[in-house]
């Protein structure tokens, strides 16, 4: 998930440079989104993991 999210990120900021908003301006909100999911998960996994001791 997070490889996505980086991928879309790269996208957003070459469309970005060559000025292409439109597929920038698509693809970083979905980046935004696809790393706030893995930080979420990837903090549930840690309390999961310390209430399994």
Known sequence: ???Y???LV???LVAGVFG???MGGASAPVAQILV?????VFILSLIAGV???
């Open 1 to 3: 998930m997070l490889f």
């Open 5 to 7: 999210a980086l991928a």
């Open 10 to 12: 790269a996208i957003a």
């Open 20 to 22: 292409f908003m439109g």
């Open 36 to 40: 706030g999911l893995f930080i979420a």
């Open 51 to 53: 209430l399994r001791r």
